[in-house]
């Protein structure tokens, strides 16, 4: 009882529910939320600590920045979450206000993004040192499903269209969805062959892809979460594709504590660790299956991590 009673007070202040309106719509740092909200840091910090307190925010460290998202896992505090999220006119000022500067602020981070995918979109030497081994992860990928045959795939985030060259052998179709114009020139030429002639690449929007729900039997998303405001959503995106029973393959960093990678790659996140990845996934409905390390070669590059999951209705049991 008293705790209900703490979170409710918590939320019963205006600029309390300002913050939970914009982390509902995804993790924020604390000078994003001062650049949104227009309030000085250490207020911003006060307001998220006592969020934190209540049991509705979570703070997640990743190098020298500090996400916030909602809490997940308590179902009473998550009830009332919910219902008060609900509740706001999220279409009046100053919420409707706070929206516009996170659309601009995700706006500003798009366009650093863009720019540095278009910088290395013909530089696959820049690309490979970042994303080594590939010749280890692929061949892991391959592992994890030994002489399965798919209808079709999607690829989320394509990039270059390796994923789907690589997988080319064994679907009867497939399609690559990324944002990146200067990619997808990249993902086209790559795929050119007369051996990829059932397979194709289209510009969209990873989390919305214009493709029916359960329409694949194989989504990856590969070396693309890292980039994102809301993993979560991009994981549901798999979720929504997949058919019962279809496989996602998550290929990405393993949390790390390289800042360059921000700087130098236009990272959001540090890589991710097991418990948040696990928690992604069964929050979009998926049952992990394994789970792979690849070392690193050297303390200069992240270990990769690939996960297997199969949408809900599966009769495999997790062992990651």
């Not at 798919?150 to 394509?158: A, E, K, N, S």
């Not at 994923?163 to 030429?189: T, W």
Request: proline share 3%; glycine share 6%; aromatic share 6%.
């Amino acid at each position: 009882m008293d705790s209900i009673a703490t979170l409710l007070k918590t939320l019963g202040h205006p600029d309390r529910l300002r913050i939970l309106a914009l982390l509902s719509q995804g993790e924020l740092t604390i000078s994003e939320l001062v650049q949104i909200l227009g309030l000085s840091q250490p207020r911003v910090t006060q307001y998220i600590k006592s969020l934190e307190q209540a049991g509705i925010v979570e703070r997640m460290r990743e190098g020298s920045w500090v996400f916030s998202r909602l809490k997940r896992g308590h179902e009473q505090s998550t009830a009332i979450v919910a219902a008060t999220l609900a509740a706001l006119p999220t279409n009046l000022a100053p919420l409707s206000e706070d929206s516009a500067r996170l659309g601009q602020v995700r706006a500003d981070r798009s366009r650093q993004a863009e720019a540095f995918f278009a910088s290395v979109a013909n530089d696959h030497g820049q690309l490979g040192h970042e994303y080594l081994p590939q010749a280890d992860i692929e061949a892991a990928l391959l592992d994890l499903l030994p002489a399965q045959n798919f209808d079709r795939m999607v690829d989320l985030g394509t990039g270059t269209g390796r994923m789907l060259k690589l997988f080319a052998s064994h679907i009867r179709s497939g399609v690559g969805v990324d944002d990146s114009v200067e990619m997808l020139r990249v993902a086209r030429h790559t795929l050119s062959d007369d051996a990829y002639t059932h397979v194709s690449v289209q510009q969209a929007d990873l989390h919305d892809a214009p493709l029916k729900d359960g329409s694949a039997d194989l989504v990856t998303l590969h070396q693309v979460l890292h980039f994102l405001d809301d993993p979560l959503r991009a994981v549901q995106e798999a979720a929504r594709l997949l058919k019962a029973g279809g496989h996602v393959l998550i290929t990405d960093f393993d949390a790390h504590d390289l800042e360059n990678y921000r700087e130098d790659y236009a990272h959001r996140r540090l890589g991710f660790n097991q418990d948040d990845m696990t928690q992604f996934l069964v929050d979009s409905g998926f049952t992990l299956v394994d789970t792979r390390i690849l070392p690193a070669s050297n303390t200069s590059t992240p270990d990769v991590k690939i996960w297997h999951a199969i949408h809900s209705n599966s009769t495999l049991s997790a062992t990651g």
